[in-house]
Protein backbone atom coordinates (compact mmCIF):
# COMPACT_ATOMS: atom_id res chain seq x y z
CA UNK A 1 0.00 0.00 0.00
CA UNK A 2 3.07 2.72 0.26
CA UNK A 3 2.44 3.00 -3.62
CA UNK A 4 -0.94 4.44 -2.61
CA UNK A 5 -0.61 8.14 -2.52
CA UNK A 6 -3.76 8.75 0.30
CA UNK A 7 -5.20 5.19 1.76
CA UNK A 8 -8.29 6.14 3.84
CA UNK A 9 -9.29 2.89 6.43
CA UNK A 10 -13.33 3.44 7.53
CA UNK A 11 -14.58 2.43 10.77
CA UNK A 12 -14.76 -1.17 11.44
CA UNK A 13 -17.76 -2.67 9.85
CA UNK A 14 -18.48 -0.46 7.10
CA UNK A 15 -18.56 -1.71 3.36
CA UNK A 16 -18.61 -0.16 0.09
CA UNK A 17 -21.01 0.05 -2.42
CA UNK A 18 -20.56 1.50 -6.36
CA UNK A 19 -23.52 1.71 -8.33
CA UNK A 20 -23.52 0.50 -11.90
CA UNK A 21 -22.40 2.44 -15.06
CA UNK A 22 -25.50 4.08 -17.04
CA UNK A 23 -25.92 2.35 -19.82
CA UNK A 24 -27.50 4.41 -22.91
CA UNK A 25 -28.12 4.66 -26.53
CA UNK A 26 -27.32 8.31 -26.63
CA UNK A 27 -24.13 9.58 -25.86
CA UNK A 28 -23.41 11.05 -22.11
CA UNK A 29 -21.03 13.41 -22.29
CA UNK A 30 -19.24 14.88 -18.76
CA UNK A 31 -21.26 12.93 -16.59
CA UNK A 32 -18.65 11.33 -14.35
CA UNK A 33 -18.08 8.28 -13.74
CA UNK A 34 -20.79 6.22 -11.16
CA UNK A 35 -20.89 7.39 -7.69
CA UNK A 36 -19.04 5.04 -5.31
CA UNK A 37 -20.06 5.03 -1.73
CA UNK A 38 -18.63 3.99 1.70
CA UNK A 39 -21.86 2.06 3.68
CA UNK A 40 -21.84 2.22 7.69
CA UNK A 41 -23.55 -0.16 10.33
CA UNK A 42 -27.45 1.03 10.03
CA UNK A 43 -27.03 1.95 6.34
CA UNK A 44 -25.70 5.42 6.18
CA UNK A 45 -24.31 5.80 2.96
CA UNK A 46 -21.11 8.63 2.33
CA UNK A 47 -19.97 9.63 -1.36
CA UNK A 48 -16.49 9.57 -2.29
CA UNK A 49 -14.98 10.69 -5.45
CA UNK A 50 -14.88 7.58 -8.02
CA UNK A 51 -12.87 9.34 -10.27
CA UNK A 52 -9.55 9.39 -7.49
CA UNK A 53 -10.18 5.76 -6.64
CA UNK A 54 -7.07 3.63 -7.05
CA UNK A 55 -7.69 1.32 -4.82
CA UNK A 56 -10.83 0.13 -2.87
CA UNK A 57 -11.01 -3.45 -0.69
CA UNK A 58 -13.83 -4.00 1.99
CA UNK A 59 -12.78 -8.31 2.84
CA UNK A 60 -10.77 -6.99 5.86
CA UNK A 61 -14.02 -6.13 7.98
CA UNK A 62 -13.68 -2.70 7.21
CA UNK A 63 -13.94 -0.38 4.07
CA UNK A 64 -10.44 1.06 2.86
CA UNK A 65 -10.07 2.88 -0.23
CA UNK A 66 -7.18 4.16 -1.82
CA UNK A 67 -6.76 8.28 -4.07
CA UNK A 68 -4.27 9.09 -6.26
CA UNK A 69 -5.09 12.60 -6.75
CA UNK A 70 -6.59 13.58 -3.59
CA UNK A 71 -4.14 15.19 -0.32
CA UNK A 72 -4.74 14.98 3.10
CA UNK A 73 -4.97 18.90 4.49
CA UNK A 74 -5.62 17.68 8.50
CA UNK A 75 -8.05 19.07 10.61
CA UNK A 76 -10.44 22.01 10.12
CA UNK A 77 -13.31 22.64 12.40
CA UNK A 78 -13.60 19.42 14.02
CA UNK A 79 -13.64 17.23 10.67
CA UNK A 80 -10.83 15.80 8.31
CA UNK A 81 -10.08 17.81 5.00
CA UNK A 82 -9.14 16.59 1.78
CA UNK A 83 -8.25 18.34 -1.55
CA UNK A 84 -8.00 17.02 -5.08
CA UNK A 85 -4.19 18.35 -6.16
CA UNK A 86 -5.15 16.60 -9.47
CA UNK A 87 -7.47 14.77 -12.01
CA UNK A 88 -6.67 11.10 -12.88
CA UNK A 89 -9.03 10.72 -16.06
CA UNK A 90 -9.13 13.49 -19.17
CA UNK A 91 -11.55 16.50 -18.60
CA UNK A 92 -14.14 15.69 -20.85
CA UNK A 93 -14.60 11.96 -18.68
CA UNK A 94 -15.08 13.78 -16.04
CA UNK A 95 -18.10 15.70 -14.20
CA UNK A 96 -17.78 19.43 -14.17
CA UNK A 97 -19.43 19.48 -11.08
CA UNK A 98 -17.47 17.40 -9.03
CA UNK A 99 -16.07 18.18 -5.95
CA UNK A 100 -12.38 19.53 -4.94
CA UNK A 101 -13.08 19.22 -1.03
CA UNK A 102 -13.43 16.65 0.79
CA UNK A 103 -14.68 16.56 4.15
CA UNK A 104 -15.23 13.30 6.60
CA UNK A 105 -16.00 13.52 10.43
CA UNK A 106 -13.39 11.77 12.24
CA UNK A 107 -15.24 9.13 13.56
CA UNK A 108 -16.21 7.65 10.27
CA UNK A 109 -12.74 6.73 10.00
CA UNK A 110 -9.93 4.74 11.45
CA UNK A 111 -6.89 6.06 10.18
CA UNK A 112 -5.63 7.44 7.23
CA UNK A 113 -1.92 6.74 5.58
CA UNK A 114 -0.01 9.29 2.92
CA UNK A 115 2.50 6.92 1.11
CA UNK A 116 2.55 4.34 3.33
CA UNK A 117 3.01 6.32 6.71
CA UNK A 118 0.23 7.62 9.13
CA UNK A 119 -0.98 10.94 8.85
CA UNK A 120 -3.42 10.32 11.11
CA UNK A 121 -5.89 8.24 13.63
CA UNK A 122 -8.07 9.28 16.36
CA UNK A 123 -6.53 10.33 19.72
CA UNK A 124 -2.85 10.05 17.92
CA UNK A 125 -1.03 13.48 17.39
CA UNK A 126 -2.12 15.49 14.33
CA UNK A 127 0.04 15.46 11.43
CA UNK A 128 1.78 18.15 10.46
CA UNK A 129 1.31 18.81 6.45
Given amino acids: MEDVP ?33 VFPGGVRVSLPTDQIVFADDTGGCARV ?12 GLLIFFRVHDLHP ?8 SHKMML ?5 SSI ?7 WSPGGPPASH
Fill in 6 to 38: LLIEFAPQTSLYRERDLVSQLPIVRNGPAGTFV
Fill in 66 to 77: GFGGMSFAGLEE
Fill in 91 to 98: EEQLSPAR
Fill in 105 to 109: EPHLV
Fill in 113 to 119: RVRGRIA
